[in-house]
């Protein structure tokens, strides 16, 4: 006669399964406290992003962020003039990307406590953005 005997467990501590973290969702967040902490932990990776891909693949990056208090954070594997100056002078295709293009989508600016941009002034905006950086003053750089 067989008998059903426990499930093995793993033995050791490296063999065991892993919780997942989950999904994040991507949301305002309300308090103020963890607001600055997740900016400042997603600053750090996104740096450390942008360097480990200059580093890799050679490519030139400039990165301007101003936290939600305001304060403006500038980093670049060359000097953001340089950077800048090539933007200016590009003559090939640009791509342009915004929250639009998050693949979830993020939400508005009404959701997060902001105005909403009527449609004129939204298609005044794309009418005067070119996709290159001509509209930048370079004077902060």
């Known amino acids: 006669m ?3 005997s426990a499930p093995s467990m793993p033995s050791s501590k490296a063999e065991r399964p892993r919780p997942s973290r989950g999904k994040t969702i991507i949301s305002h967040i309300r308090r103020d406290k963890i607001r600055r902490v ?3 932990k997603r600053k750090k990776g996104l740096v450390k992003k942008a360097t480990e891909l200059s580093v890799l693949c050679g490519s030139e990056i400039a ?3 101003f936290s939600p208090a305001g304060k403006l954070v500038m980093y670049s594997n060359k ?3 340089e950077v ?3 933007c200016v002078n ?3 295709p640009v ?3 915004s929250n639009i293009d998050y693949p979830g989508g993020l939400p508005s600016a009404e959701a997060i406590g902001g105005s909403k941009v009527s449609d004129d002034e939204d298609e005044r905006q794309a009418a005067s ?3 290159n950086c001509n509209h930048l003053s370079p004077s902060k750089f």
Do not use: D, N, W
Request: hydrophobic share 40%.
């Open 129 to 131: 953005s070119p996709g």
């Open 84 to 86: 800048y100056e090539r």
């Open 79 to 81: 000097t953001v003039q």
């Open 63 to 65: 990165l301007i962020i």
């Open 95 to 97: 791509e342009v990307l």
């Open 90 to 92: 590009h003559k090939g």
């Open 38 to 40: 997740t900016f400042q």
């Open 2 to 4: 067989l008998t059903a």
